[in-house]
């Protein structure tokens, strides 16, 4: 057991040193990697901050029935009797002064509101139906719509249900690119990996005379894809910082645009780990296939 400690203590002290002594390949493979990784990774930064955005929506559809400026008290008690139908879950009534200041406060139009001379909102209603599927949510609306006294029936929330259908197709692509990009990262890994071994070519020949067995050749050379998926990874982490510096700030000024204080959010440490961990992998998976082939090879050749 002492034994083994020692030799992967060995195996990974020669990687080390393969790193610092190329410096520059060491940092053209990382960056490769880097790259390579963050596209995925950052569409799936971007998905889940689109998520998060429309997590702040209603998650059940609402129903905007508003009232003609010239309706009736009669319409007026027909419109909230009918509201109280079993069709519909819930219903809340917005007068139009109430509706003013909200617009007001929400978009910062204090000054242009204070100058009107009437309130050019109607009056409304806020429905929740109890419909479960958005045919039958419509065709409440369209009831409520011919109602006397209704100006417009708006069923709300129609973009939301569209943007939750393209996350779901996002995240099938995210997985997709991810999928693609990983054999990406085993093959760049291998590449670098069988220059080396190549490189190294009488050397193994010569400890397999020795008696070492493939096992001990191949260690130090699966260290060292780790450690360059490892710092693949780490590249990757940079490059989607850096991307969320200079989208940062272009971002919260739309969002401002619109009255919202939506901000973009960092990884997780969690996703970090679980990236640097795939990465990691990867870099091994690359070196362990490239070097049992390159071994054979050279074993043929002799």
Do not use: C
Request: proline share 4%.
């Amino acid at each position: 057991m002492i034994g083994w400690l020692r030799h992967q203590k060995h195996a990974l002290a020669a990687a080390l040193h393969r790193l610092r002594v190329q410096p520059v390949a060491t940092l053209l493979t990382a960056l490769a990697m880097g790259v390579a990784i963050s596209l995925p990774s950052g569409l799936y930064l971007a998905l889940g901050n689109l998520g998060r955005l429309a997590g702040d929506l209603p998650a059940q559809p609402e129903i905007s029935v508003f009232l003609d400026a010239e309706a009736s008290a009669a319409h007026k008690q027909a419109i909230a009797a009918r509201l109280q139908q079993p069709d519909i879950a819930q219903a809340r009534y917005v007068p139009k002064e109430d509706a003013l200041a909200a617009l007001s406060a929400a978009q910062d139009l204090t000054d242009i509101t204070a100058g009107l001379t009437q309130n050019p909102l109607p009056d409304a209603w806020v429905v929740h139906s109890r419909a479960s599927s958005r045919e039958e949510r419509a065709r409440v609306a369209a009831d409520l719509g011919r109602l006397p006294g209704v100006a417009e029936a708006h069923l709300d929330s129609q973009w939301a249900e569209r943007l939750q259908a393209a996350l779901v197709i996002g995240r099938s692509v995210v997985w997709l690119l991810a999928g693609l990009f990983a054999i990406a990262l085993i093959a760049i890994s291998g590449n670098a990996i069988r220059a080396l071994v190549l490189a190294r070519r009488d050397e193994i020949q010569v400890s397999r005379l020795i008696g070492a067995t493939d096992r001990h050749i191949r260690r130090p050379f699966l260290y060292l894809g780790a450690l360059q998926g490892l710092l693949g990874g780490l590249a990757a982490g940079g490059v989607l910082a850096l991307a969320a510096w200079v989208l940062r700030a272009p971002v919260e000024q739309l969002a401002g645009l619109y009255g919202s204080t939506f901000h973009l959010l960092p990884p997780t440490a969690a996703e970090m780990a679980i990236v640097l961990g795939l990465t990691t992998l990867s870099g091994w998976l690359g070196a362990w296939l490239t070097v049992t082939r390159t071994l054979r090879q050279v074993m043929l050749a002799r």
